[in-house]
């Protein structure tokens, strides 16, 4: 009986709290209020707690006291990390911006009034999330690789802006294609000839992209296209007849080659054949 009774005791005494890992650990305090003691209370818990709540990778910008409840804009750039998720909660932050930034993998965005967001050049960043309670209207990503833009729990992102960025492979299967209404894409290479499905999509802009992807758009109602005569320009397939305006390269820049730009400008207009108003022009150099 009591070496049983040891053997229990040695066994109460496992820490298996610190054999969590550290994105575990940091996934738990997430779900405190950093505005509390409560994040420090639990250096207690264990030896591994001890110092955690320094490195919680949690942002609360809560500016009431120094705003007055006034809405403002965030700036963040230039920051190196260790690859890790970051969690921001920004209440009172109208329009937020992460620039050239490297070690953040995956962000989660917080903020009631929150109607802008923007991360251009952030090394390693793979995923945003946008959280239910977060009224963001407009979001815009530029980097050179894929990233799962996620927002499904809130739906109230309206508008999306791609930047330079290669467009291809699993941005076909993005989670926002569900549910962006306006979609901008800013000197973005489609290199990829496949059909890209958008229910809800009714303005569609692209800005310089040579593009062999064909739209799959039942709802549009606006489609924009800027570019070079010689480029592969989208096939916009819908169900309704929608408004489009090409704008495109000055036909008359060299006499030999002005019937082979009519020629092919007569093709590009094929590709949007089922527009109901067509708006053409031609820039001079």
């Known amino acids: ?16 709290i ?9 996934h738990i305090m997430e779900f405190l209020p950093i505005d509390t003691a409560d994040v420090t209370r639990m250096s207690v818990l264990s030896k591994k707690f001890f110092s955690f709540w320094c490195s919680l990778p949690v942002l609360d910008f809560n500016t009431e006291t ?9 700036w963040l750039e230039g920051f190196n990390l260790e690859a890790q998720h970051l969690t921001l909660s920004l209440p009172l932050i109208e329009n937020f911006n992460l620039c050239n930034c490297s070690g953040i993998t995956s962000i989660t ?13 952030c090394y390693g960043l793979e995923k945003i999330q946008v959280d239910g309670q977060t009224r ?21 992102v309206k508008l999306i802006i791609i930047e330079d960025t290669h467009i291809y492979g699993k941005w076909f299967h993005s989670n926002f294609c569900r549910f962006v209404e306006e979609l901008d894409f800013v000197l ?48 916009i397939i819908s169900s309704r007849r929608f408004d489009a305006k090409l704008q495109v390269d000055d036909l008359n820049v060299n006499p030999i080659f002005r019937p082979f730009s009519i020629a092919r400008l007569s093709d590009i207009i094929r590709f949007i054949a089922q527009c109901q ?7 001079s150099a």
């Not at 917080?110 to 109607?115: Q, T």
């Not at 290479?189 to 496949?194: A, I």
């Open 277 to 283: 108003t067509l708006t053409l022009q031609c820039d």
């Open 109 to 121: 965005l917080r903020g009631e009034v929150l109607g802008s967001a923007c991360f251009i050049d």
């Open 136 to 156: 963001n209207d407009d979001l815009t990503y530029g980097g050179k690789s894929y990233c799962d833009i996620n927002v499904a729990s809130t739906k109230s």
């Open 188 to 235: 973005c290479s489609f290199p990829v000839k496949t059909r890209w499905c958008f229910h809800q999509l009714k303005r569609l802009q692209l800005y310089d992209c040579p593009c062999k992807v064909e739209f799959e758009t039942p709802n549009l109602e606006r489609f924009y296209y800027s570019g070079n005569l010689e480029w592969d320009i989208p096939l």
């Open 1 to 16: 009986m009591e070496k049983k009774l040891e053997t229990t005791s040695h066994d109460d005494e496992v820490d298996r």
């Open 18 to 26: 610190s054999e969590f890992p550290e994105h575990i650990i940091h």
């Open 66 to 74: 120094i705003l007055n409840k006034s809405k403002a804009s965030l």
